[in-house]
């Protein structure tokens, strides 16, 4: 979902959690302690980058998805359409 | 508050302290002032939500730097202090406590007084016997292996 909230535009870290709740429908609450550990893990993978912004202080850092988090992305968002194309074939077979 | 989750981060290795804490500390005060307006119950949920997180993700990242194939030198120098370890538990018997507590007052109305009973249930006491029996044992077997000559980290 970090990676998704990333995909439109870069954003902070407060950013991420607003945007994360909202497209859960306030299910998803992220703590700044999962939000990070989840940003270092995008990070080392070299999925997301920090946007140094030259006014800013680092508790304003940006992050914005690279070219292999956008791949990788698009990767996972295929494998759920496949997903819920086979859950919808099975379910519809079923009640039949 | 701010204050217990400053202490918090200083669980979390250096160099992800070096990296981040500036910035989760902005993050952290931003959302603390956001739910400073809403009532006592989400407050609460967001303050346990914090630590907890923090715990965890603390707990997270020095494992999983633990379980790199680093030199011995480099490893010892990212293992937790005891003092640290000790301090986790308690921290963590605090927060099961308040999940516990806010769980009971909201069951039994905001002015009753929890009882131990049921801030503690025998289910949460089990796991954190056996959680605190395997880190013991863990530990034991380190020792024994030191003790051989070995150093299996190298």
Redesign the interface.
């Known amino acids: 979902m970090v990676l998704l909230s990333l995909a439109e535009e870069p954003r902070h870290g407060y950013s991420i959690i607003k945007d994360v709740e909202q497209m859960s429908s306030g299910r998803v609450r992220l703590s700044t302690g999962t939000l990070y550990g989840a940003l270092q893990r995008l990070l080392d993978r070299g999925w997301i980058e920090p946007i140094e912004e030259e006014e800013s202080s680092r508790g304003r850092r940006a992050y914005r998805l690279t070219s292999t988090g956008r791949r990788n992305l698009k990767l996972e968002f295929t494998r759920m359409k496949d997903l819920t194309r086979l859950a919808e074939l099975r379910i519809s077979r079923g009640r039949a | 508050m701010l204050h217990l989750y400053r202490l918090l981060l200083l669980l979390y290795p250096s160099t992800?302290q070096r990296?981040?804490t500036?910035?989760?500390?902005?993050?952290?005060r931003?959302?603390q002032h956001d739910c400073s307006s809403l009532g006592f119950m989400p407050r609460l949920e967001f303050s346990i939500?914090?630590m907890?997180?923090?715990?965890?993700?603390?707990f997270?990242?020095r494992t999983e730097v633990r379980t790199e194939t680093l030199p011995g030198s480099a490893m010892r120098s990212l293992l937790f202090p005891r003092w640290m370890i000790v301090g986790m538990v308690l921290m963590l018997v605090a927060v099961l406590m308040a999940i516990e507590t806010a769980r009971v007052m909201a069951v039994q109305g905001m002015g009753a007084s929890p009882t131990w009973g049921g801030l503690f249930p025998s289910l949460v006491l089990a796991i954190l016997t056996l959680m605190s029996g395997l880190g013991l044992i863990g530990y034991a077997v380190l020792l024994w292996v030191r003790r051989l000559g070995r150093r299996p980290f190298e």
């Open positions: 992800y990296e981040f500036e910035e989760m500390i902005a993050v952290f931003q959302a939500r914090e907890a997180g923090l715990l965890a993700g603390a997270r990242e």
